[in-house]
T-cell receptor
Framework: NAGVTQTPKFQVLKTGQSMTLQCAQD?????MSWYRQDPGMGLRLIHY???????DQGEVPNGYNVSRSTTEDFPLRLLSAAPSQTSVYFC??????????FGPGTRLTVL | EDKVVQSPLSLVVHEGDTVTLNCSYE??????LLWYKQEKKAPTFLFML????IEKKSGRLSSILDKKELFSILNITATQTGDSAIYLC???????????????FGKGTKLSVKP
């Protein structure tokens, strides 16, 4: 099993550009989520999904969209990138009763 | 407001020392407490605790939860340089549709083990 995979690993955007961070898992987990990690702020939940077709907002959802058309995939869209979105983004999944497993992360810089 | 507080924020020890990392929490509808280790990449899972007073152990690492006093500790005995990392504590609540996965994270304890 590959576990949780994320692409790209690194990305540089200009302010106002849009992009999609890809996330996939092959563990048949119903639950998936996106976190961002910033120095001094810890990991903060952006959006999550408890199953295909179901998504909801976390602690810091502004500026991001998600969709969950399949159990395996949970992409995160940045609509109009801002410097405040410079961060490391982690996708994660769990079975719902087990622990959360993280992908390798995407380091995003917005200029 | 739900919160998870870890202490100390950073710690420097020498190889062979024993360390205790602390995690206290205030979370409505508590479901579980988890510990993760983060080196220069993604957090990796260490322990998940749901019952008070039952120690989880893996090699030199162990952890215990006190649901009455709302805290947990992570112990590492005979530390090695490979234990150098940020240790994250996270608490799951049932507010988000009952999912185990919505975790509230503390800011972590940065452990440095010197040879």
């Amino acid at each position: 099993n590959a576990g949780v995979t994320q692409t790209p690993k690194f990305q540089v955007l200009k302010t106002g550009q849009s992009m999609t961070l890809q996330c996939a898992q092959d563990m048949n987990h119903e639950y998936m989520s996106w976190y961002r990690q910033d120095p001094g702020m810890g990991l903060r939940l952006i959006h999550y999904s408890v199953g295909a077709g179901i998504t909801d907002q976390g602690e810091v959802p502004n500026g991001y969209n998600v969709s969950r058309s399949t159990t395996e995939d949970f992409p995160l869209r940045l609509l109009s990138a801002a410097p405040s979105q410079t961060s490391v983004y982690f996708c994660a999944s769990s079975s719902g009763t087990g622990p959360l497993y993280f992908g390798p992360g995407t380091r995003l810089t917005v200029l | 407001e739900d919160k998870v507080v870890q202490s100390p924020l950073s710690l420097v020890v020498h190889e062979g020392d024993t360390v205790t990392l602390n995690c206290s929490y205030e979370v409505t509808n508590f479901r579980s407490l988890l510990w993760y280790k983060q080196e220069k990449k993604a957090p990796t899972f260490l322990f998940m605790l749901t019952s008070s007073g039952i120690e989880k152990k893996s090699g030199r690492l162990s952890s215990i939860l006190d649901k009455k006093e709302l805290f947990s500790i992570l112990n590492i005995t005979a530390t090695q340089t490979g234990d150098s990392a940020i240790y994250l504590c996270a608490v799951g609540n049932m507010n988000y549709g009952g999912s185990q996965g919505n975790l509230i994270f503390g800011k972590g304890t940065k452990l440095s083990v010197k040879p």
